[in-house]
Nanobody, 125 residues
Framework: QVQLVESGGGLVQAGDSLRLSCAASGRTFSSYIMGWFRQAPGKEREFVSAISWSGGSTWYADSMKGRFTISRDNAKNTVYLQMNSLKPEDTAVYYC??????????????????WGQGTQVTVSS
């Protein structure tokens, strides 16, 4: 089992950058695929990005490609999401999730086994 704690959210202006962090407990962090999802008020949770166990493979939702970068540091049990050129439509609660064995349906939130509590990102115009 793994526990996840997100941080780094806040209120920024359009065009600004933020880096989110997700710290994981336990000694098996490198055995988890990590993902970032977000949920805006009244909307379903949507896929943002994911990264493989070693960080060698990454996936992004089309609307985030070129603006967001996911990375991980297995020595620190942490996954990051660097968000650049933020837009008001990026406003949401951002969650990190963890899953173990398969990259199938990487963007489906129901495939993830563990979740953090979320961190709010608000982008003003």
């Amino acid at each position: 089992q793994v526990q996840l704690v997100e941080s780094g959210g806040g209120l920024v202006q359009a065009g600004d950058s933020l880096r989110l962090s997700c710290a994981a407990s336990g000694r098996t962090f490198s055995s988890y695929i990590m993902g970032w999802f977000r949920q805006a008020p009244g909307k379903e949770r949507e896929f943002v990005s994911a990264i493989s166990w070693s960080g060698g493979s990454t996936w992004y939702a089309d609307s985030m490609k070129g603006r967001f970068t996911i990375s991980r540091d297995n020595a620190k049990n942490t996954v990051y999401l660097q968000m650049n050129s933020l837009k008001p439509e990026d406003t949401a609660v951002y969650y990190c999730g963890a899953r173990r064995f398969s990259i199938a349906n990487i963007g489906r939130w129901g495939e993830y086994d563990y979740w953090g509590q979320g961190t709010q990102v608000t982008v003003s115009s």
